[in-house]
DNA sequence: CTCCAGGAGTATC
DNA sequence: GATACTCATGGA
């Protein structure tokens, strides 16, 4: 197997950008990971500045793999401008975890499939959903399954959308295929205009599109409010403060500003690995 | 057995 | 705009 190389010349943590909960298209492979994205089929591996890959099925090459993991952002700039001391100490502990570029469709099926869910099962209904109703792709590795795409997904009834395990969340799987955003011209919309699309599809609420801003449309300003953040900041950032997730999001975005979506993610892990 | 989980839709006030 | 109830399934 011959690996490619990509240099880093920012810091980077595959195993926490990996294992953040933002993507779920991944396992461990020896050294490293293997991971699934669109078409795409690869292994990555991670050692000090240097970041290696082989594309076992689809055509990676460097600069998707810097794209994907979001390699070009400059996470000491961003961090440098928080001055909450609490933030400054869970960066130092995860310094290099990044926000991955998912793709925009793949990132929806998920975090629809998400809600009131937890990640292990998340996890798994998502490949149910890839390996039922998903084009088959044969690699020297074996089968993998690509997630359907909407075309795809419009054909499984709601009866078979039930029988994989997704629950309620059936219906809006099923709504989606039929109603499926333009995702393209959601990454140049601002914020408040891509967000209002998102909302438009039923089962797309709050905390939804916003994961779906952030870890696939490039809206780093976004910030998802679940269960695990909101504990985070009443504990952590705004000590005692109460309110709706839609108030502690919009009061997170005015604190945080443009890269908010940034901190959002290392106050997750750390409090989905701590709390 | 009951309770709740990376929420969101709907009804009701 | 706030609150209560509901939606499926699975794990604790």
Redesign the pocket.
């Known amino acids: 197997m011959n690996l490619s190389s990509v240099i880093l010349q920012n810091p980077f943590d595959l195993d926490a950008t990996v294992s ?3 993507f779920f298209r991944w396992r461990i492979q020896g050294e490293g990971y293997l991971i699934q994205h669109r078409e795409n089929f690869f292994y990555v591996e991670h050692h000090n500045d240097i970041l290696k890959y082989h594309t076992i099925s689809g055509n990676m090459n460097d600069a998707e793999i810097r794209r994907f993991f979001g390699l070009d952002d400059n996470l000491d700039a961003i961090f440098q401008r928080w001055d909450s001391p609490f933030l400054q100490s869970v960066y130092r502990k995860y310094r290099g975890l990044r926000l991955i570029r998912q793709d925009p469709w793949e990132c929806t099926v998920s ?2 499939c ?9 996890t ?1 209904n998502i490949h149910t959903l890839a390996k039922r109703f998903g084009t088959v792709i044969q690699t020297p590795n074996g089968k993998i399954f690509r997630l359907p795409t909407p075309t795809q997904l419009a054909r499984v009834s709601l009866a078979n959308l ?2 994989t ?8 799987l099923y709504g989606l295929a039929r109603n499926t955003p333009d995702f393209g011209s959601l990454q140049s919309m601002d914020y408040s205009e891509a967000k209002t699309v998102l ?1 438009s ?11 779906i801003l952030l870890f696939s449309l490039n809206h780093l300003g976004a910030f ?6 909101k504990k985070a900041l009443q504990t952590w950032i705004f000590p005692g403060k109460t ?5 502690l999001a919009t009061e997170a975005r005015n604190y945080f500003g443009e890269n908010a979506g940034y901190a ?2 290392y106050l ?1 892990h750390h409090a ?1 690995t701590t709390l």
């Open positions: 953040s909960g933002q975090f629809i998400s809600m009131a869910s937890n990640i292990p099962r998340i798994r039930y029988d395990g997704v629950g309620f969340r059936a219906k809006y909302l599809v039923k089962g797309i609420g709050e905390k939804v599109a916003d994961c998802p409010v679940d269960t695990w953040i309110g709706s997730p839609a108030q959002q993610q997750f989905r």
